[in-house]
């Protein structure tokens, strides 16, 4: 186990409603990264978070936010949502020292938007 | 062209075979890079991490080839046990997010 952690495992949501996922990260990392991952392709990088502050963002929406908090745990909110939203969304959490540093992820949460 | 590129697959391998993947990073910046797998409806998990001089874990070889912008992953005898998808990952050294390829799917059959 990785010991990152992941709330909900699944979700079903209508077009249009709001969602919010969590992260706990693992002992001693201080670096959160969210992804969205669509069936049949690799995870698309949404943002990090690094020590409360936002960190890099790829190319999603304003309608996709977060937050670290002082614990280094972490929400992804999606407000608005429509149905290409629908995918597993992972959480990795990392120890910002040094470009090596590996990522582990959570199991993910399986988001279906109808 | 994307930033991290995989040949999709499948391969289709018996148990016992040799297959090797390639992946290719258009970022000469980059890094460090990385093998992880990842199992059906699965988190993916760090399989290896691949350094210059190349590296072995058991069965699995990596190597990179910094000049032609390319990593690659051997597996030797095949299990069934390794069928998943392999992803690529790069991260560039002015910057703490990795980028994953799409990732190979491989099927080792009996």
């Known amino acids: 186990e990785t010991g990152v952690t992941q709330s909900p495992t699944h979700l079903i949501k209508t077009r249009g409603q709001q969602v919010t996922l969590r992260c706990s990260s693992q002992?001693?990392?201080?670096?959160v990264s969210w992804y969205q991952q669509a069936l049949g392709q690799g995870p698309q990088f949404i943002f990090q978070?690094?020590?409360?502050?936002?960190?890099g963002r790829g190319n999603f929406p304003p309608r996709f936010s977060g937050l670290q908090f002082p614990n280094y745990s972490s929400e992804l909110n999606v407000n608005a949502l429509e149905l290409d939203d629908s995918a597993l969304y992972l959480c990795a959490s990392s120890q910002k020292q040094g470009v090596r540093t590996e990522a582990f992820f959570g199991q993910g949460t399986r988001l279906t938007v109808v | 062209r994307k930033e991290v590129e995989q040949d999709p697959g499948p391969f289709n391998v018996p148990e016992g075979a040799t297959v090797a993947f390639n992946c290719t990073y258009s970022n000469s910046a980059s890094q460090s890079f990385f093998w992880y797998r990842q199992d059906c409806r699965k988190e993916p998990k760090l399989l290896m991490s691949v350094y210059s001089s190349g590296n072995e874990d058991g069965r699995f070889t990596a190597q990179l080839n910094r000049a032609s912008q390319y990593i690659s992953l051997l597996i030797r005898d095949s299990k069934l046990s390794d069928s998943a998808t392999y992803l690529c990952?790069?991260?560039?050294?002015?910057?703490?997010?990795?980028?994953f390829g799409r990732g190979t799917s491989l099927i080792v059959h009996p």
């Open positions: 002992s001693g990392h201080n670096t």
């Open positions: 990952v790069v991260r560039s050294g002015g910057s703490y997010i990795p980028t």
């Open positions: 978070y690094y020590r409360e502050e936002e960190n």
